[in-house]
């Protein structure tokens, strides 16, 4: 009798043991079935390649920073790009990281708008953001900056620096975002200099720094001694074209300006300043704000000097009237960002625009 009650209670025990083992399982499954706890963000490059000087590169600089901010891992499920070697890469691409389950996936680039707005529609619970375009989808975060304003302190430091009062401008490929950069270039060349000039040429590409390197050459070569090139990796031929002249004759006073991040590594000797566009930064805010739970979907967000978006780099220290230049920079800043100067970011606006 007493080792039927022992059996009765260990049956009894045992069957608990299941029926709360089976508990524990449930809540288990319930737990991972629920949202993941992890974020990953991936992007993808335009032709010009995460290594091009310039835009792309900032880019990538922005999402390493906030991976590695945020105690993430390059690689799926941390952070990571697919770099583009034609545009018929660039659907291929933005589709196999929001197959890989990225949180977030960047096209870099408006090259990449048609294909940003096609696979974000195929894949319509990810999220995707563009750089320098709008895809009016829901499921795209849309960044715009306001290149004109950095563009204008660019010419200001130009047109003070000039001695011959010959100016150039390179541009990639034209657009609206390269004529937001050339419009407010020459507004802020004539505002500060209005006897100078400014030679416009574009090459017609964002990767051919062979051509940016012909342009510069023929442009040094009849006068202009400060040339500002908007054009991608295109415009490492600047670099190239002024850094030789410079090695030849060193007393030769040539200036090159760089564009969208800090450029004086491309020579230290000849690149006067920067027009910076802080696509490092709009990555990285951007990036924040998915991973909290704020995704900006069907939006644009728009980055200024207000937004400490854009901006010019330091002024190099061989700059002959260095001090000068940054008093005068200095000044439009706030000018700007009071609103008493609307730059212009096209050439129909430049027509009628004065700084007065």
């Not at 829901?138 to 430091?157: D, H, M, T, Y």
């Not at 000097?305 to 940054?326: F, Q, R, T």
């Not at 439009?332 to 004065?354: C, H, N």
Request: aromatic share 8%; glycine share 10%; net charge positive.
């Amino acid at each position: 009798m007493k080792k039927r009650k022992i059996g009765l209670t260990l049956s009894l025990v045992l069957a608990a043991g299941t029926l709360l083992g089976a508990c524990g399982k449930s809540n288990d499954t319930t737990k991972d079935s629920g949202k993941k706890d992890t974020f990953s963000v991936g992007m993808v490059t335009d032709i010009g390649g995460v290594d091009d000087k310039s835009f792309n590169q900032s880019a990538w600089e922005g999402l390493q920073k906030f991976g590695k901010d945020n105690n993430m891992q390059k690689g799926k499920g941390g952070y990571d790009y697919l770099q583009s070697k034609s545009d018929a890469d660039y659907s291929t691409n933005l589709n196999t990281l929001a197959r890989q389950d990225f949180d977030l996936v960047f096209g870099i680039g408006y090259l990449m708008q048609d294909a940003v707005n096609e696979i974000s529609k195929q894949q319509s619970k990810k999220h995707f953001a563009i750089v320098d375009s709008e895809v009016d989808q829901p499921n795209v975060a849309s960044i715009l900056f306001k290149e004109q304003e950095a563009s204008f302190l660019a010419g200001v430091a130009a047109a003070m620096t000039t001695k011959s009062n010959k100016i150039g401008f390179i541009g990639g490929v034209e657009g609206a975002v390269i004529e937001r950069f050339e419009s407010g270039f020459v507004a802020g060349v004539k505002a500060a200099n209005p006897k100078a000039t400014v030679d416009i040429q574009y090459a017609g590409a964002f990767d051919k720094a062979e051509l940016g390197q012909s342009i510069a050459s023929k442009m040094y070569t009849s006068g202009a001694d400060v040339i500002f090139a908007a054009a991608g990796a295109t415009g490492n031929g600047l670099f190239k074209e002024a850094t030789d002249r410079k090695s030849k004759n060193p007393t030769q006073e040539i200036w090159a300006i760089g564009v969208d991040r800090d450029q004086s590594d491309m020579g230290p000797d000849v690149v006067l300043t920067s027009a910076l566009k802080r696509v490092d930064v709009a990555v990285e805010d951007l990036s924040t704000k998915a991973k909290n739970g704020n995704f900006p979907g069907g939006k644009v967000t728009l980055y200024g000097l207000a937004e400490d978006g854009v901006g010019l780099a330091p002024i190099n220290s061989k700059a002959p009237n260095k001090a000068a230049i940054e008093t005068a920079v200095k000044e439009w800043v706030a000018k700007i960002k009071k609103g008493d100067v609307k730059v212009p970011g096209t050439r129909k606006e430049l027509k009628t625009f004065s700084a007065k």
